[in-house]
């Protein structure tokens, strides 16, 4: 059986005010392709199919284009098998409105009261089970699963953690491939669950899940778990995640397999810290495809996602450094990061001007060599508070204030006076309003 596990769609995001509906639009016709040349059987979508609870009209309208087109792929005559889950981004409600109306071959699989009851898919001799976990918020779920657990008769009372979440998830899953087992010994299991499991990397774009200060699921949890693939979603970054194969009478649950794990990451880059060295399209987005047999799993292949995506860059340096990458980076979405000595007029326009997509601009400034004084004024002994902002012009720029800044600085000491003057008890001292030229306010921002 040929499975692609992919996650993260997060279908309506948008990326520093640019919305990447187009891109999405792209990987995920070329998704559709992918499962018609491939011959993909079985789609594994792990959570976070939207980006918000409530996703926009244009969202909505693309997700229901693309899987109007999904439901009706057949792959050797027989129909496509999607199994989707909600992740923390989604609406687990709103994601599996209508899931019973469904066709037979499209499982939502976005309730609580489901995780122990796999999709069970057949193809000749081959039988797979796919576990389908909807994201397990500790405070949200906590109490239901627990119910459920006690229904069971399982002795585990579920701490407010992730780890305790997914145990108690596997508690009741495992007890389920076991019976399984004992009807087809040679039966395939897999978990779709959206989850930060340790030993992973994370990036700047994912969402934090952390709960009473932790955030992970210890790798160790799914040794001997009996399943043979953990398709995870949650990461935005495509890898590999090692599950230790400790002894089984150290592991949690003492069954016959322990799984390989992945995160297939997201479909497209929505962070600059997913950029990839030397910038490339579509910035190394993959799925991930391989085959289910009664053997278990093998073949994986990662594959590149055609988004069109532009390419992301990370640009540090001083202002004559940023201007000489230009060339090269001018088609690029681009973070800069520009290391001043004192901020320069026009900065952000001559940045724009250089790189039209700056999605993303920082200014450092350095401290001259040398320059170490204290930034801490001792307010007794000063005289106004000119002097106080002509020595904050000190510190931070290493010289005095020039006649233009000095009269920035004082026009604006006048109308705070004037603003504050009813609290400060009287009339403003100095009452009287200095106006600012243009090329003063120029220099004021």
Same mark, same amino acid.
């Given at each position: 059986?040929?499975?692609?596990?992919?996650?993260?769609?997060?279908?309506?995001?948008?990326?520093?005010?640019?919305?990447?509906?187009?891109?999405?639009?792209?990987?995920?016709?070329?998704?559709?392709?992918?499962?018609?040349?491939?011959?993909?059987?079985?789609?594994?979508?792990?959570?976070?199919?939207?980006?918000?609870?409530?996703?926009?009209?244009?969202?909505?309208?693309?997700?229901?284009?693309?899987?109007?087109?999904?439901?009706?792929?057949?792959?050797?005559?027989?129909?496509?098998?999607?199994?989707?889950?909600?992740?923390?981004?989604?609406?687990?409600?709103?994601?599996?409105?209508?899931?019973?109306?469904?066709?037979?071959?499209?499982?939502?699989?976005?309730?609580?009261?489901?995780?122990?009851?796999?999709?069970?898919?057949?193809?000749?001799?081959?039988?797979?089970?796919?576990?389908?976990?909807?994201?397990?918020?500790?405070?949200?779920?906590?109490?239901?699963?627990?119910?459920?657990?006690?229904?069971?008769?399982?002795?585990?009372?579920?701490?407010?953690?992730?780890?305790?979440?997914?145990?108690?998830?596997?508690?009741?899953?495992?007890?389920?491939?076991?019976?399984?087992?004992?009807?087809?010994?040679?039966?395939?299991?897999?978990?779709?669950?959206?989850?930060?499991?340790?030993g992973a990397q994370s990036c700047d774009?994912?969402?934090?899940?952390?709960?009473?200060? $932790? #955030?992970?699921? %210890?790798?160790?949890?799914? =040794?001997? !778990?009996? *399943?043979? /693939?953990?398709?995870?979603?949650? @990461?935005?970054?495509?890898?590999?995640?090692?599950?230790?194969?400790?002894?089984?009478?150290?592991?949690?649950?003492? $069954? #016959?397999?322990? %799984?390989?794990?992945?995160? =297939?990451? !997201?479909? *497209?880059? /929505?962070?600059?810290?997913?950029? @990839?060295?030397?910038?490339?399209?579509?910035?190394?987005?993959?799925?991930?495809?391989?085959?289910?047999?009664?053997?278990?799993?093998?073949?994986?292949?990662?594959?590149?996602?055609? !988004?069109?995506?532009?390419?992301?860059?990370?640009?540090?340096?001083?202002?004559?450094?940023?201007?000489?990458?230009?060339?090269?980076?001018?088609?690029?979405?681009?973070?800069?990061?520009?290391?001043?000595?004192?901020?320069?007029?026009?900065?952000?326009?001559?940045?724009?001007?250089?790189?039209?997509?700056?999605?993303?601009?920082?200014?450092?400034?350095?401290?001259?060599?040398?320059?170490?004084?204290?930034?801490?004024?001792?307010?007794?002994?000063?005289?106004?508070?000119?002097?106080?902002?002509?020595?904050?012009?000190?510190?931070?720029?290493?010289?005095?204030?020039?006649?233009?800044?000095?009269?920035?600085?004082?026009?604006?000491?006048?109308?705070?006076?004037?603003?504050?003057?009813?609290?400060?008890?009287?009339?403003?001292?100095?009452?009287?309003?200095?106006?600012?030229?243009?090329?003063?306010?120029g220099v004021l921002r």
């Amino acid at each position: 059986m040929r499975v692609l596990h992919t996650s993260d769609w997060h279908i309506g995001r948008r990326f520093k005010g640019v919305s990447l509906l187009e891109y999405q639009r792209n990987a995920l016709a070329w998704l559709i392709e992918l499962i018609q040349r491939e011959h993909v059987e079985v789609l594994c979508v792990a959570g976070d199919v939207y980006d918000l609870s409530m996703p926009s009209s244009d969202a909505v309208r693309l997700f229901n284009e693309m899987f109007a087109q999904l439901g009706h792929v057949k792959v050797d005559g027989k129909p496509l098998e999607i199994i989707m889950t909600p992740g923390n981004h989604d609406s687990a409600v709103r994601l599996g409105a209508g899931a019973a109306l469904m066709q037979p071959n499209i499982h939502m699989r976005c309730e609580i009261d489901g995780i122990a009851e796999p999709v069970l898919i057949e193809r000749g001799n081959e039988r797979l089970a796919v576990y389908a976990l909807p994201y397990l918020d500790p405070d949200a779920a906590r109490s239901q699963l627990q119910g459920m657990l006690d229904e069971h008769d399982i002795d585990y009372h579920i701490p407010r953690s992730h780890e305790g979440m997914m145990r108690a998830a596997l508690e009741l899953i495992t007890r389920d491939i076991a019976q399984q087992r004992t009807r087809c010994p040679q039966l395939t299991a897999l978990l779709m669950a959206h989850a930060f499991v340790s030993g992973a990397q994370s990036c700047d774009s994912e969402r934090a899940i952390t709960v009473g200060g $932790l #955030d992970s699921v %210890p790798a160790e949890l799914f =040794s001997h !778990s009996g *399943l043979d /693939y953990l398709a995870l979603g949650h @990461l935005h970054r495509p890898q590999r995640v090692s599950i230790p194969e400790l002894p089984v009478e150290q592991s949690t649950f003492a $069954l #016959d397999r322990t %799984p390989q794990a992945r995160y =297939s990451g !997201s479909l *497209l880059a /929505y962070s600059f810290s997913e950029s @990839l060295d030397p910038p490339q399209v579509g910035n190394g987005k993959s799925v991930v495809l391989f085959e289910a047999t009664d053997a278990g799993v093998s073949g994986f292949d990662t594959v590149t996602v055609d !988004s069109k995506e532009p390419p992301f860059a990370q640009l540090e340096g001083t202002l004559e450094e940023i201007q000489g990458n230009a060339a090269e980076h001018r088609n690029d979405w681009v973070s800069v990061n520009v290391h001043v000595s004192e901020f320069p007029q026009g900065l952000y326009q001559k940045i724009d001007s250089w790189y039209p997509h700056a999605l993303e601009k920082n200014v450092i400034y350095d401290r001259t060599p040398g320059n170490e004084r204290s930034t801490t004024i001792d307010l007794r002994n000063v005289t106004s508070e000119a002097e106080v902002l002509n020595r904050f012009v000190l510190d931070r720029l290493n010289r005095e204030p020039d006649k233009a800044e000095q009269r920035v600085l004082q026009s604006t000491i006048e109308r705070v006076r004037k603003q504050y003057a009813e609290y400060a008890g009287g009339n403003a001292v100095g009452a009287h309003d200095e106006t600012m030229t243009d090329s003063d306010e120029g220099v004021l921002r």
